[in-house]
């Protein structure tokens, strides 16, 4: 009889958690705001936190007077690349998304996508999430943060996008 060596609970239980551990630090390392960055601070402080970071020749405009005025260097997550933009308003950072095309993946980002909920469950807990056939979302609440990930699954504009924004709450009246 051959020398057969049945695995113990124990041994299949650290297998899976060194497994899952090295699934997630692809998702894990970037969805943090860099350090130093804050909603809330100016772009001078920005600057300050993230030197290498640059002006936008052609700013984004969106709702609510946002200007994605700055960006910094691209940083892969979860497979994909991602590119980070900061958008202010009121002269204050508002907004941070990081952006991933997903043309090219086969799974048009449901990887990344799925990495990035499992990170975001694992730091905010569990999540609303919505999902159609061309889109997936998922958003947390943190204090005075909003944090989203959303998939676009598209074949011509795939993308994986994971936002962060300053929580803008609205009384009745205002809606």
Do not use: C
Not at 2 to 19: G, K, Q, Y
Not at 48 to 53: E, I, R, W
Not at 96 to 108: C, K, M
Not at 111 to 120: D, E, K, M, T, Y
């Amino acid at each position: 009889m051959p020398n057969v060596r049945i695995p113990t609970l124990s041994s299949l239980l650290r297998v899976l958690a060194a497994s899952a551990i090295f699934l997630a630090t692809g998702a894990l390392h970037a969805q943090a705001l860099p350090p130093g960055v804050r909603l809330g601070m100016t772009a001078d402080e920005l600057q300050a936190a993230l030197p290498a970071a640059e002006r936008v020749h052609r700013p984004q405009r969106l709702t609510g007077g946002l200007l994605g005025s700055w960006r910094a260097a691209p940083v892969e997550m979860a497979g994909l690349v991602f590119e980070p933009t900061f958008f202010f308003a009121a002269s204050e950072l508002r907004r941070v998304e990081y952006v991933a095309t997903a043309q090219s993946a086969p799974d048009s980002g449901a990887s990344a996508f799925g990495q990035l909920v499992q990170w975001g469950r694992g730091v905010f807990g569990n999540e609303l999430a919505s999902r159609d056939p061309g889109s997936a979302y998922a958003a947390w609440t943190s204090g005075d943060t909003d944090v989203y990930v959303q998939q676009i699954s598209d074949p011509r504009r795939a993308s994986v996008r994971l936002v962060y924004k300053a929580r803008q709450l609205r009384d009745g009246s205002e809606l």
